[in-house]
T-cell receptor, first 116, second 115 residues
Framework: DSGVTQTPKHLITATGQRVTLRCSPRSGDLSVYWYQQSLDQGLQFLIQYYNGEERAKGNILERFSAQQFPDLHSELNLSSLELGDSALYFC???????????????FGPGTRLTVL | AQKITQTQPGMFVQEKEAVTLDCTYDTSDPSYGLFWYKQPSSGEMIFLIYQGSYDQQNATEGRYSLNFQKARKSANLVISASQLGDSAMYFCAMRDRSNDYKLSFGAGTTVTVRA
């Protein structure tokens, strides 16, 4: 158990809908990272938050947004869902702010999103 | 450009034998970190081992060791005494300044351990 929690574990929804994925980092970790894992694209970095502020952006669509709350949990919001958004979404956390190449990111169990 | 290359899409290994998973990387940054993760069929991503670019010795964690060859830009994972529970997908990943310290993953290698 990495100490990172994600809910829900599975999510099935229809095209055009909006969903929210939730993540709680390990105790003491200030950074939260979101990743998308799909069969055709592999593991892609989406976005990072550090202590409530957006720190880095990756291949995140405009239909997707995220935030980190004062208690450090984070939510990833996916809207106007398309079939291609079906994927495994991971949250990871680390203690550092995203500039430490030695720092390990610990991953949550993931949320498997299926868009029908 | 692909920064992490894992050329073995799938491998079979006999229980109790060792297996080596290849990983080559591309960076011009002298400071970087290399990571290996395991993803079993249940889906979670489990951190296994870390190697820093300035580390003089190869990293080891239990049955996992990293064969780090800096000049060749390779960081191969060695799993000794394979167990059935080692059957999983294994990902090599890197963080460096040129990619703004983001964790970049290879395509992964599937390992199947046979009894």
């Amino acid at each position: 158990d990495s100490g990172v929690t994600q809910t829900p574990k599975h999510l099935i929804t229809a095209t055009g809908q909006r969903v929210t994925l939730r993540c709680s980092p390990r105790s003491g970790d200030l950074s939260v990272y979101w990743y998308q894992q799909s069969l055709d694209q592999g593991l892609q970095f989406l976005i990072q938050y550090y202590n409530g502020e957006e720190r880095a952006k990756g291949n995140i669509l405009e239909r997707f947004s995220a935030q980190q709350f004062p208690d450090l949990h984070s939510e990833l919001n996916l809207s106007s869902l398309e079939l291609g958004d079906s994927a495994l979404y991971f949250c990871a956390s680390s203690v550092e702010g995203g500039r430490d190449y030695t720092a390990t990111q610990y991953f949550g169990p993931g949320t498997r999103l299926t868009v029908l | 450009a692909q920064k992490i290359t894992q050329t073995q899409p799938g491998m079979f290994v006999q229980e109790k034998e060792a297996v080596t998973l290849d990983c080559t990387y591309d960076t011009s940054d002298p400071s970087y970190g290399l990571f290996w993760y395991k993803q079993p069929s249940s889906g979670e991503m489990i951190f296994l081992i870390y190697q820093g670019s300035y580390d003089q010795q190869n990293a080891t964690e239990g049955r996992y060791s990293l064969n780090f060859q800096k000049a060749r830009k390779s960081a191969n994972l060695v799993i000794s005494a394979s167990q059935l529970g080692d059957s999983a997908m294994y990902f090599c990943a890197m963080r460096d300044r040129s990619n703004d310290y983001k964790l970049s993953f290879g395509a992964g290698t599937t390992v199947t351990v046979r009894a």
